[in-house]
Antibody, heavy 125, light 110 residues
Framework: EVQLVESGGGLVQPGGSLRLSCAAS????????MNWVRQAPGKGLEWVSY????????YYADSVKGRFTISRDNAKNSLYLQMNSLRAEDTAVYYC??????????????????WGQGTLVTVSS | SYVLTQPPSVSVAPGQTARITCGGN??????VHWYQQKPGQAPVLVVY???DRPSGIPERFSGSNSGNTATLTISRVEAGDEADYYC?????????????FGGGTKLTVL
């Protein structure tokens, strides 16, 4: 069974830092692209960042570029999001999401077929 | 940046057909994906690549995409379909690549 479990959320002051982790199990983590998506309280979904299976290709939303860093450790089946210079508007539930496996046909990159349950990040003084 | 426009809400009686639209400039040239999110839960992929369904998603869920509008159609709506629905596309230009979500549509089953 595919499982994605986020951790590392919590309360942090504006300007502070936090590192989120996503532990993956039930599939060959190193073969899948991964993403972080966030959802502010009562709001819609906002994509945050993408990382390829090898980690060689990375994309960020403009809203977090230069402040957030996505990374992965395929040996530990883990995905990370280092968040620096946090702002009140970064307050959200953060989800890690796995991309559909790309078999060489169909659109690319692939949409998200499994999501974790999310971890809440609150930025407040 | 690319913008996806969804109606904030759609209401439908049980057994009827719900249609949720997602508007974007020439969206017909992109692949559109749809997610369902129930309160307190993570999103679930219900349609991808305009009209394909992941395993386990009922045939009642279907999608289409043409011109400036993509549509998620839910046939024979059930009470359990009440949820927020989001469309998604990949936007790639010369200087930027990113996933874009629509603002979401709340489906109410009357």
């Amino acid at each position: 069974e595919v499982q994605l479990v986020e951790s590392g959320g919590g309360l942090v002051q504006p300007g502070g830092s936090l590192r989120l982790s996503c532990a993956a199990s039930g599939f060959t983590f190193s073969s899948y692209e991964m993403n972080w998506v966030r959802q502010a309280p009562g709001k819609g979904l906002e994509w945050v960042s993408y990382i390829s299976s090898s980690g060689s290709t990375i994309y960020y939303a403009d809203s977090v570029k230069g402040r957030f860093t996505i990374s992965r450790d395929n040996a530990k089946n883990s995905l990370y999001l280092q968040m620096n210079s946090l702002r009140a508007e970064d307050t959200a539930v953060y989800y890690c999401a796995r991309a559909l496996y790309y078999y060489g046909s169909g659109s690319y990159p692939r949409p998200f077929d499994y999501w974790g349950q999310g971890t809440l990040v609150t930025v407040s003084s | 940046s690319y913008v996806l426009t969804q109606p904030p809400s759609v209401s439908v009686a049980p057994g009827q057909t719900a249609r949720i639209t997602c508007g974007g400039n020439n969206i017909g040239s992109k692949s559109v994906h749809w997610y369902q999110q129930k309160p307190g839960q993570a999103p679930v992929l219900v349609v991808y690549d305009d009209s394909d369904r992941p395993s386990g998603i009922p045939e009642r869920f279907s999608g289409s995409n043409s011109g400036n509008t993509a549509t998620l159609t839910i046939s024979r709506v059930e009470a359990g379909d009440e949820a927020d629905y989001y469309c998604q596309v990949w936007d790639s230009s010369s200087d930027h690549s990113c996933w874009v979500f629509g603002g979401g549509t709340k489906l109410t089953v009357l």
